[in-house]
Structures are given as C-alpha cells and as structure tokens.
Nanobody, 127 residues
Framework: QLQLVESGGGLVQPGGSLRLSCAPSGVFWDYHAIGWFRQAPGKEREGVSYISANGGHTNYADSVKGRFTISRGDAENTVYLQMNSLKPEDTAVYYC????????????????????WGQGTQVTVSS
C-alpha cells in the first residue's frame, strides 16, 4: 500500500514562496504519476499540477501557470511543488496524490485518476 506524506505548508505573505514536498512510504514510486490538488473552504478540490512517472511530462492549472513548478527529486524519492508569487486565493489545503498510471493525459486534473492520497498540508497566504 502506497502512503503519501505532504510537508512544507505554512503562513506566507502575498508575493512570497513556499515549497511543498510529497514523500512516499511504499514501493514502486517510479511507476506512479503524481498530482498536486488543493481545496479551499467551501470549494471543491481542484487539480493544481501533475508530473508523469519519468518526470518528462507536466501540466498546470491556468491559475498557477508561470508561478508554480512541479518536479521529481528521484534521489530524494520526493515530488516537489515550488510555489512563487503566492496570492491570497492560493490559500487552501494542498494534497499530493499518486496515480496507478505512469502518464496522464487531459484528465490529469480529475480526482478519480488517483488511487492514493496524502493527508494534506495547509497553505495560508495573508498579510
């Protein structure tokens, strides 16, 4: 059973940066595409970004393009989400999720594409 643990959330001022980490406890990490999602109070969970199993394919929600970067640190067995130029509307609980597929196409942002989920980490952007 693959388990995921997120870390790196916190309180940051608008315009600031945070780096989220997603680390697995389990096997076959390299076989899974990984996604980052977020859920703000009163809103549905939405896809933020995704990276394929080999790191060669990524995708982003329009709202974060140019500000967020997803990457795989295979030596560290971790997936990162670097978040720059943060805005108050980025405030949410952020979740990482692992798919049973190595690559996801246009459905990368859909919850049902992912079989394993972390517990989430809170990101608050406020002055």
């Amino acid at each position: 059973q693959l388990q995921l643990v997120e870390s790196g959330g916190g309180l940051v001022q608008p315009g600031g940066s945070l780096r989220l980490s997603c680390a697995p406890s389990g096997v076959f990490w390299d076989y899974h595409a990984i996604g980052w999602f977020r859920q703000a109070p009163g809103k549905e969970r939405e896809g933020v970004s995704y990276i394929s199993a080999n790191g060669g394919h990524t995708n982003y929600a329009d709202s974060v393009k140019g500000r967020f970067t997803i990457s795989r640190g295979d030596a560290e067995n971790t997936v990162y989400l670097q978040m720059n130029s943060l805005k108050p509307e980025d405030t949410a609980v952020y979740y990482c999720a692992a798919s049973q597929s190595r690559w996801l196409g246009s459905n990368w942002h859909r919850n049902h594409e992912y079989a394993y989920w972390g517990q989430g980490t809170q990101v608050t952007v406020s002055s």
